[in-house]
Structure formats: C-alpha cells, structure tokens
C-alpha cells in the first residue's frame, strides 16, 4: 500500500546531546511524518565534522543529481582487512568530475571504492561494511587525501526513491529489538525496518514515574518508524568518519493509547525497565490502525549521551 504522498528519506544519528527536547526513537532530528502533523524534514550530525580539501556540499535530502558517474576502477580485495566496521556514504562529485564519497551531514570526501559489479549514481547512498584508509588509490580522484573502500555492500538507495511500506507488514511486525538508553522506550524488529518508540517531550518526568500515561501526551511523543538501519549508532557516545546512520523513511503518530511510566529512577545506574503499551491506534496512510499489545524494555534506562549527566 502506497504512502498517500511522496516521503522524505531523512538522515540522522540516533542520539543527541539535547535528546531531552526530542520526540521519537531516535531522537536527532525533526522529520516528515505521514499523520496529522508535519515538519521541514532536516538533516543533523551530533559529530565534530572534518573540512576536506574538496568544496563539495555535504548531502541533504533534497540535494541528488541523477547522473552517472563511471566507478573508480579498482579490483575491490574481497578478503578484506581485519579492522572492517560498518560504513555509509553518499556517492558525490569531486573535483575533475571525479566520484567521490560524502560523510552523511558532514563536509568530508574521500576516494570512492566500490565492488565492480556494483553500479552507484550520484545522490545514491550505499551502505556496507569496509575500510576508512589514508591515501587514494593509483589513478584516484584529487582533492581528497582518504580512500573509504567498500568491501561488501548491503543497500545502494537512491536519495530520491519513494517510501511504500506496507500497513499489513506493520501488523505483522515483531517488536523484540530494545534500544538501550534514555528515559523513553523503543523497540525495533529483527531487520531494523520497523520501530516503535516512547520518548519524552520534556527532560524532566519525575512527576509521570508512577502513572498511567494516555495519549495523546504532552509530556510524550510516541510514533513507528519504517526506514533501514534503525538502530545503527543508537545510544552511541561518538561516531566514527563514514559510520552508519538510520535512515527515516516514513514516521507515522500513534494518536491514542496508553502506558504506565515505570516507578523508576531517573539517574543511570544500569537499571532495566519495562512497560506496555496498549490500545495503540496509528494514523497511517491508509487510516488509523490498531496495534495488538506491545512490550517494551529500555535495559539501560536513564542512560546515554544528554541523560547521564
């Protein structure tokens, strides 16, 4: 079942040191959503970015050209490097006409390295798994003084491809995932395609512990994600040059329902608390939907980047 207008695939980091004044999640950044409220989709980092010798414009999400770039043409070494890590990037245009690499929300460039078989266009973001190397390539691009290499690829996506996530596919979703800080809640499926989260509005909760929250809050802001990578980065301090970040495609509101804030502290000291939130409708596309029960754990609550200080 198709999104009833085109979505915005956004970009964020999964934590931020103003989490308290967020909502969702994954609580970087505002993004489009499906239901009655809606905002300018933007696209932030919580990462001290790094000025390359390049002058190409970090990616947003409405910056994508579609042409074709021809790949750099290099046999990738498939038996990789042991200190392979999780990587993204936006495929850009360097100087010379050169096809470069872009850190997502970042001024950063590097040589572009890529499997053979593997075709790119620029504003296609690619994410897989490789290396973050000093240097470029023999024959590589100029202006930029470090390679990122592909060493296997799990999704080429274009900036510009349309979200259908499919409601059916919602009521099937198991979500068994938690995410492991703040004083919210979310819980994703396997894949990370789909995700439901509790988070509050306002830093201070002290007055809900205790109480059965009904929603729609003002105090809480609780919504189901569909993108790819949902949990990369979550509740991570730092991030390296390149990491991997989730990709929001599509946010839809739950409008009513209900859930008991747990009696808990709100300082981290490594404690695990749950909830259950209940009588979930979500204005979807297709009209409000209701979800059957679902559990939700934060096994570090009170814990992460803006909460534990």
Known sequence: MAL??????????????????????????????????TSEPVMTTTTPTTTSDTTTTAPTASTSPGTIVAPTSVQVDTT?????????????????????????????????????????????????????????????????????????IDVVRSMDEQAEPDVAELLAVEFDRPWECGRGFAMSDEQQRWAIGIEPVAGNVTESRGTVITLPSEQFGVSVLYGVDLAAGNCDTGREPFARSPLWLAIWPVTSGSFLYPEATIICDGSSVSTELVDAVVETPDGPVELPPIEMTNPAFACGPGWDD
């Open 4 to 37: 009833a207008a085109a979505s915005t695939l956004l970009i964020v980091p999964a934590c931020s040191d103003d989490a308290a004044e967020q909502t969702g999640p994954s609580s970087s950044a505002d993004a489009t959503t499906d239901g009655p409220a």
């Open 80 to 152: 990789g490097p042991p200190d392979q890590r999780p990587i993204a990037a936006v495929v850009a245009v360097g100087a010379g006409g050169c096809r470069v690499a872009t850190a997502i929300g970042e001024l950063r460039n590097a040589d572009l390295v890529i499997p053979d078989d593997v075709g790119a266009e620029v504003g296609d973001l690619i994410l897989g798994s490789g290396t973050l190397t000093d240097g470029v390539m023999p024959g590589g691009c100029t202006g930029v003084s470090e390679t990122l290499t592909f060493e296997t």
